[in-house]
């Protein structure tokens, strides 16, 4: 069975820090872009970040650019993502996903965990 698996969320004020994790399970993790989304109450599933599959190069969303960074372990088969500089706005469930393909639409990717909240308060 293909499992991905969030960990990291939270509770944070304004301008503080977190540090998700998604371990996977039941792919060969290599072949894999790996990505990060979001969705916030009564809005839309939304790019954050992703990373293909060697690790080479990485893409973020423009409200993320230069706070959120996102890291791959191929050895360990899990994707990191590196919230700074957090905002009341960055309030959402965070997902963690695997393409085949790569790209930065949810249509893009084949498998999905379940999710950590992240809550950012003012």
């Known amino acids: 069975q293909v499992q991905l698996v969030e960990s990291g969320g939270g509770l944070v004020q304004a301008g503080g820090s977190l540090r998700l994790s998604c371990a996977a399970s039941?792919?060969?993790?290599?072949?894999?872009?790996l990505g990060w989304f979001r969705q916030a109450p009564g809005k839309e599933r939304e790019f954050v970040a992703a990373i293909r599959k060697r690790g080479d190069i990485a893409s973020y969303a423009e409200s993320v650019k230069g706070r959120f960074f996102i890291a791959r372990d191929n050895a360990r088969n899990t994707v990191h993502l590196q919230m700074n500089s957090l905002r009341p706005e960055d309030t959402a469930v965070y997902s963690c996903?695997?393409?085949?393909?790569?790209?930065?639409?949810?249509?893009?990717?084949?498998?999905w965990g379940q999710g950590t909240q992240v809550t950012v308060s003012s």
């Open positions: 039941g792919i060969t993790f290599n072949r894999y872009h």
């Open positions: 996903a695997a393409s085949l393909v790569g790209g930065l639409g949810p249509d893009e990717y084949d498998h």
